[in-house]
């Protein structure tokens, strides 16, 4: 079956190290995307990239970075830049030609500053 | 810019009450308006959406209908369950554009 893997589930992460978040899909989707939740605020956009060796910033990029360079793939590196970045992590992918808001979401990565 | 408020949560009801969770949006144009469900641990899934005015969405009993004169798109269900114990984010996006906007989400909680 089609779908996104995110991994890993949990990921703990020590202060001042980079880490990097994994999305996979196989959906033949051009565009996808990374969003932070946090209790309260809903879900923010990260990064998100409609096609291969293009991505865009979205509303809170400062921190991280992505890279496109396969359809199936865009990983999520949490940079040491990034002040609190204790939260979880949902990709996305879709193809905007089937119509509006067709998102299918990755089961999301936990990560934790210890 | 745009963006979508919900009520806050957590609602709680018992099984088989009737349930609604308000949605406004603020939005330029004619957005389409979707509601999504996350279930403990996991990722977003689609519930039901609407792309014009005086559209109703439904799935699995829940209906929404998209008031553009009210800015609204509220989520109903005549008689919930436990297993509908959930967070719920209503979302709106513009077509050529294909961001989704989200809501705050509200918890739902269903005893039985």
């Known amino acids: 079956d089609g779908g996104i893997t995110q991994s890993p589930k949990y990921l703990f992460r020590k202060e001042g190290q980079n880490v990097t978040l994994s999305c996979e899909q196989n959906l033949n989707h051009d565009a996808m995307y990374w969003y932070r939740q946090d209790p309260g605020q809903g879900l923010r956009l990260i990064y998100y990239?409609?096609?291969?060796?293009?991505?865009q910033k979205g509303d809170i990029a400062e921190g991280y970075s992505v890279s496109r360079e396969k359809k199936e793939s865009f990983p999520l590196t949490v940079t040491s830049a990034q002040k609190n970045p204790t939260a979880f992590y949902l990709c996305?992918?879709?193809?905007?030609?089937?119509?509006?808001?067709?998102?299918?979401f990755g089961s999301g990565t936990r990560l934790t500053v210890v | 810019g745009d963006s979508v408020t919900q009520m806050e949560g957590p609602v709680t009801l018992s099984e088989e009450a009737f349930l609604t969770i308000n949605c406004t949006y603020t939005a330029t144009g004619y957005p389409s308006l979707f509601w999504y469900v996350q279930y403990p641990g996991e990722g977003l899934q689609l519930l039901l959406k609407?792309?014009?005015?005086?559209d109703k969405g439904s799935n699995k009993g829940f209906e929404a209908t998209y008031r553009k004169e009210t800015t609204s798109f509220h989520l109903e269900k005549g008689s919930v369950q436990v297993s509908d114990s959930a967070v719920y984010f209503c979302?709106?996006?513009?077509?050529?554009?294909?961001?989704?906007?989200f809501g705050t989400g509200t918890r739902l909680q269903v005893f039985p």
């Open positions: 990239s409609q096609i291969v060796n293009d991505f």
């Open positions: 996305a992918s879709s193809r905007p030609e089937a119509g509006p808001g067709g998102y299918t």
């Open positions: 979302a709106l996006t513009h077509y050529n554009t294909d961001k989704l906007i």
């Open positions: 609407a792309t014009k005015a005086d």
